[in-house]
């Protein structure tokens, strides 16, 4: 069955690695997790999830700083 991003068997880490691995920068992705208790979608809760797993850049230097 389906869980919610991080609460399955795969984990947070799997995910965690996936978003920020650079060879998935611009594949798109299918996100198939169940409904909240309430039968309302959980797509919003699921995408905050791994855009929260995601790391920040560091900001572009100029060459000499």
Do not use: C, W
């Amino acid at each position: 069955r389906h869980t919610h991003i991080g609460e399955g068997t795969l984990g947070r880490a799997a995910f965690r690695r996936l978003v920020n691995d650079p060879r998935f920068a611009t594949v798109p992705a299918v996100v198939e997790t169940p409904a909240e208790p309430d039968g309302s979608l959980s797509f919003g809760r699921n995408v905050r999830t791994l855009k929260a797993m995601r790391r920040r850049r560091a900001p572009a230097r100029r060459v000499g700083e």
